[in-house]
């Protein structure tokens, strides 16, 4: 059974930083494609970032690229999201999810698992 622990989400005034976290176990990630979603309150999931756990290929999408990286550590089985510039409007729960095919892919049906999410908040 494959797990997806986030942390790192907070409250941050506008312009500031925050680094979450996506701690994976329970199976070998080798293959696997990683990804990085926000839902806000009344709106649907939305796609943030992707990486390939074994490639390191990355994909952003086009509100957030500039801004945060999706990065990973083989070692520690984690792969983290940094934001910078944070905009009042990048408020939302944000999930971890880990897709099979190991494709980028920037649909939610197409991940497999799901982490249970962490709060940001930005402040304006």
């Known amino acids: 059974q494959v797990q997806l622990v986030e942390s790192g989400g907070g409250l941050v005034q506008a312009g500031g930083s925050l680094r979450l976290s996506c701690a994976a176990s329970g199976r070998t990630f080798s293959r696997y494609g990683m990804g990085w979603f926000r839902q806000a309150p009344g709106k649907e999931r939305e796609f943030v970032a992707a990486?390939?756990?074994?490639?390191?290929?990355?994909f952003y999408s086009d509100s957030v690229r500039g801004r945060f990286t999706i990065s990973k550590d083989n070692a520690k089985n984690t792969v983290y999201l940094q934001m910078n510039s944070l905009k009042h409007e990048d408020t939302a729960v944000y999930y971890c999810a880990a897709d099979l095919s190991g494709f980028l892919h920037t649909t939610a049906p197409a991940y497999d698992y799901w982490g249970q999410g962490t709060q940001v908040t930005v402040s304006s």
């Open positions: 990486i390939g756990w074994s490639s390191g290929s990355t």
